[in-house]
Protein backbone atom coordinates (compact mmCIF):
# COMPACT_ATOMS: atom_id res chain seq x y z
CA UNK A 1 0.00 0.00 0.00
CA UNK A 2 2.89 2.27 0.86
CA UNK A 3 4.59 1.97 -2.70
CA UNK A 4 0.98 2.91 -4.12
CA UNK A 5 -0.54 5.93 -2.08
CA UNK A 6 1.65 8.83 -1.03
CA UNK A 7 1.10 10.48 2.57
CA UNK A 8 -1.54 13.17 2.73
CA UNK A 9 -1.83 16.01 5.18
CA UNK A 10 -4.81 17.90 4.33
CA UNK A 11 -6.10 21.40 5.56
CA UNK A 12 -10.30 21.80 4.74
CA UNK A 13 -10.68 25.89 5.14
CA UNK A 14 -8.61 26.59 8.11
CA UNK A 15 -11.03 24.17 10.01
CA UNK A 16 -10.01 20.94 9.75
CA UNK A 17 -6.66 19.24 9.39
CA UNK A 18 -7.05 15.41 7.66
CA UNK A 19 -3.74 13.23 7.88
CA UNK A 20 -3.27 9.93 6.22
CA UNK A 21 0.34 7.77 6.70
CA UNK A 22 1.70 4.66 5.68
CA UNK A 23 4.90 4.40 7.50
CA UNK A 24 6.49 6.55 10.52
CA UNK A 25 6.64 10.36 9.65
CA UNK A 26 7.67 12.98 12.11
CA UNK A 27 5.30 15.84 12.20
CA UNK A 28 6.76 19.53 12.59
CA UNK A 29 7.39 21.42 15.67
CA UNK A 30 5.11 23.66 16.31
CA UNK A 31 2.97 26.53 18.08
CA UNK A 32 -0.55 25.22 18.54
CA UNK A 33 -2.26 28.66 18.50
CA UNK A 34 -5.78 26.93 19.14
CA UNK A 35 -7.77 24.51 20.62
CA UNK A 36 -8.04 21.55 18.73
CA UNK A 37 -10.70 18.67 18.85
CA UNK A 38 -8.37 15.49 17.56
CA UNK A 39 -10.01 11.86 16.39
CA UNK A 40 -7.45 8.99 15.89
CA UNK A 41 -9.51 6.77 12.83
CA UNK A 42 -6.61 4.30 13.07
CA UNK A 43 -2.65 3.82 13.87
CA UNK A 44 -1.18 6.21 16.98
CA UNK A 45 -0.48 9.50 17.58
CA UNK A 46 2.79 9.93 20.11
CA UNK A 47 3.00 13.78 20.99
CA UNK A 48 5.60 15.50 23.06
CA UNK A 49 4.52 18.50 24.61
CA UNK A 50 5.84 21.16 26.99
CA UNK A 51 5.05 19.12 30.43
CA UNK A 52 5.44 16.00 29.01
CA UNK A 53 4.32 13.05 26.51
CA UNK A 54 0.90 10.96 25.40
CA UNK A 55 -0.19 9.14 23.22
CA UNK A 56 -3.60 9.15 20.94
CA UNK A 57 -4.61 5.39 20.07
CA UNK A 58 -7.07 4.28 17.80
CA UNK A 59 -10.47 5.93 18.84
CA UNK A 60 -9.56 8.13 21.32
CA UNK A 61 -10.79 11.42 21.24
CA UNK A 62 -8.23 14.25 22.53
CA UNK A 63 -8.92 18.14 23.42
CA UNK A 64 -6.03 20.18 23.46
CA UNK A 65 -5.95 23.44 24.26
CA UNK A 66 -4.40 26.71 22.81
CA UNK A 67 -0.83 28.18 23.02
CA UNK A 68 1.24 25.00 23.51
CA UNK A 69 4.29 23.74 22.03
CA UNK A 70 4.22 20.38 20.31
CA UNK A 71 6.29 17.81 18.23
CA UNK A 72 4.67 14.88 17.38
CA UNK A 73 5.24 11.67 14.86
CA UNK A 74 2.59 9.66 13.02
CA UNK A 75 2.95 5.24 13.80
CA UNK A 76 0.30 3.99 11.30
CA UNK A 77 -0.95 0.79 12.73
CA UNK A 78 1.00 -2.91 11.93
CA UNK A 79 -2.42 -3.86 9.14
CA UNK A 80 -4.03 -0.42 8.63
CA UNK A 81 -2.84 3.35 7.58
CA UNK A 82 -2.63 6.01 10.04
CA UNK A 83 -5.39 8.21 9.72
CA UNK A 84 -6.77 10.76 11.91
CA UNK A 85 -9.00 14.54 12.02
CA UNK A 86 -8.19 17.36 13.89
CA UNK A 87 -10.92 20.26 14.53
CA UNK A 88 -9.32 23.86 14.30
CA UNK A 89 -11.14 25.42 17.63
CA UNK A 90 -10.15 29.46 16.80
CA UNK A 91 -11.23 31.80 19.18
CA UNK A 92 -13.37 33.50 16.47
CA UNK A 93 -15.22 30.47 15.96
CA UNK A 94 -15.84 29.96 19.68
CA UNK A 95 -16.57 33.77 20.43
CA UNK A 96 -19.01 33.41 17.25
CA UNK A 97 -20.66 30.27 19.32
CA UNK A 98 -20.66 32.15 22.46
CA UNK A 99 -22.87 34.92 21.19
CA UNK A 100 -24.93 32.94 19.41
CA UNK A 101 -25.72 30.49 22.60
CA UNK A 102 -25.59 33.71 24.74
CA UNK A 103 -22.01 31.95 26.75
CA UNK A 104 -20.42 34.15 29.02
CA UNK A 105 -17.32 32.79 31.32
CA UNK A 106 -15.00 35.06 33.27
CA UNK A 107 -12.99 32.90 34.60
CA UNK A 108 -9.73 31.80 33.76
CA UNK A 109 -9.00 28.61 32.98
CA UNK A 110 -6.41 26.72 35.09
CA UNK A 111 -6.87 22.84 34.40
CA UNK A 112 -5.11 20.48 32.11
CA UNK A 113 -4.59 21.27 28.86
CA UNK A 114 -5.14 17.97 27.23
CA UNK A 115 -7.96 16.32 28.18
CA UNK A 116 -8.91 12.39 26.69
CA UNK A 117 -12.78 12.65 26.00
CA UNK A 118 -14.97 9.71 25.92
CA UNK A 119 -15.63 8.63 22.43
CA UNK A 120 -19.21 7.84 22.34
CA UNK A 121 -21.47 7.18 19.60
CA UNK A 122 -21.76 10.78 18.71
CA UNK A 123 -18.43 12.11 18.68
CA UNK A 124 -17.50 8.82 16.51
CA UNK A 125 -20.39 9.67 14.07
CA UNK A 126 -19.48 13.04 13.90
CA UNK A 127 -15.50 12.82 13.30
CA UNK A 128 -16.71 9.57 10.58
CA UNK A 129 -19.43 12.46 8.93
CA UNK A 130 -16.23 14.38 8.11
CA UNK A 131 -14.06 12.11 5.93
CA UNK A 132 -16.25 12.20 2.78
CA UNK A 133 -15.28 15.88 2.30
CA UNK A 134 -11.53 15.13 3.56
CA UNK A 135 -11.45 11.92 1.08
CA UNK A 136 -13.96 12.51 -1.88
CA UNK A 137 -14.75 15.81 -2.23
CA UNK A 138 -11.19 17.24 -0.65
CA UNK A 139 -12.84 20.70 -0.01
CA UNK A 140 -15.68 21.78 2.12
CA UNK A 141 -17.30 25.55 1.95
CA UNK A 142 -16.82 27.99 4.57
CA UNK A 143 -20.62 27.98 5.46
CA UNK A 144 -20.64 24.85 6.16
CA UNK A 145 -17.07 24.53 7.92
CA UNK A 146 -18.56 27.15 10.34
CA UNK A 147 -21.54 24.72 10.91
CA UNK A 148 -19.42 21.81 11.41
CA UNK A 149 -16.97 23.41 13.82
CA UNK A 150 -20.16 24.68 15.92
CA UNK A 151 -21.33 21.32 16.28
CA UNK A 152 -18.84 20.01 17.71
CA UNK A 153 -18.31 22.73 20.16
CA UNK A 154 -21.83 21.96 21.01
CA UNK A 155 -20.97 18.03 21.14
CA UNK A 156 -18.13 18.79 23.48
CA UNK A 157 -19.90 21.03 26.20
CA UNK A 158 -23.01 18.38 25.75
CA UNK A 159 -20.84 15.53 26.84
CA UNK A 160 -18.85 18.02 29.70
CA UNK A 161 -20.03 20.88 29.99
CA UNK A 162 -17.41 22.24 32.85
CA UNK A 163 -15.17 22.65 29.64
CA UNK A 164 -17.42 26.16 29.29
CA UNK A 165 -13.85 27.45 30.81
CA UNK A 166 -11.59 25.50 28.64
CA UNK A 167 -13.20 26.89 25.67
CA UNK A 168 -14.04 30.23 26.82
CA UNK A 169 -11.31 31.41 28.09
CA UNK A 170 -10.02 34.20 25.63
CA UNK A 171 -7.35 35.87 28.36
CA UNK A 172 -4.14 36.15 27.66
CA UNK A 173 -1.10 33.44 28.87
CA UNK A 174 0.11 34.98 32.05
CA UNK A 175 3.66 36.33 32.88
CA UNK A 176 6.12 33.89 33.73
CA UNK A 177 9.15 32.74 34.45
CA UNK A 178 11.82 33.12 31.31
CA UNK A 179 14.17 31.30 32.82
CA UNK A 180 12.36 28.07 33.72
CA UNK A 181 10.27 28.09 30.21
CA UNK A 182 13.33 28.72 28.08
CA UNK A 183 15.48 26.03 29.55
CA UNK A 184 12.73 23.69 29.37
CA UNK A 185 11.19 24.97 25.54
CA UNK A 186 14.49 26.50 24.16
CA UNK A 187 14.41 23.37 21.30
CA UNK A 188 11.28 24.28 20.23
CA UNK A 189 11.99 25.96 16.86
CA UNK A 190 9.26 28.10 16.30
CA UNK A 191 9.47 31.92 15.84
CA UNK A 192 10.30 34.21 19.37
CA UNK A 193 6.76 35.83 18.86
CA UNK A 194 5.96 32.60 19.97
CA UNK A 195 7.67 32.25 22.59
CA UNK A 196 7.21 36.21 23.77
CA UNK A 197 3.45 35.45 23.44
CA UNK A 198 4.06 31.74 25.90
CA UNK A 199 5.56 33.98 28.23
CA UNK A 200 3.13 36.12 28.77
CA UNK A 201 5.19 39.10 27.23
CA UNK A 202 5.21 41.59 24.26
CA UNK A 203 7.99 40.79 21.78
CA UNK A 204 9.80 43.64 23.05
CA UNK A 205 9.83 42.97 26.44
CA UNK A 206 10.05 39.37 25.68
CA UNK A 207 13.89 40.56 24.01
CA UNK A 208 14.76 42.64 26.57
CA UNK A 209 14.37 40.22 29.76
CA UNK A 210 15.28 37.51 27.18
CA UNK A 211 19.14 39.55 27.02
CA UNK A 212 19.01 40.64 30.70
CA UNK A 213 18.87 36.92 31.66
CA UNK A 214 21.49 35.54 29.66
CA UNK A 215 23.66 38.96 29.99
CA UNK A 216 23.59 37.56 33.33
CA UNK A 217 23.99 33.94 32.72
CA UNK A 218 27.21 35.00 30.56
CA UNK A 219 28.46 37.14 33.03
CA UNK A 220 28.20 34.71 35.72
CA UNK A 221 29.97 32.03 33.73
CA UNK A 222 33.28 34.03 33.23
CA UNK A 223 33.11 34.88 37.31
CA UNK A 224 33.04 31.12 38.06
CA UNK A 225 35.88 30.69 34.89
CA UNK A 226 38.40 33.52 36.74
Not at 77 to 90: C, G, Q
Not at 94 to 116: P, V
Amino acid sequence: MSDKVLPVTQVLEDSFVYSCAFEHQRGFEQFTAHHVLAFQFSGETHIQHQNGSLILKKNQVLLARKNQLTKSVKIPAADKEYKSISVILTDIALQQFASDSDITSRKKYEGENFLFLKPDALIKSYFHSLLPYAEKSKKISKKLATIKTHEAIEMVLSQKPSLKTFLFDFSNPHKIDLEKFMLQNFHYNVPVENFAKLTGRSLAGFKRDFEKYFKHRHANGYRKND
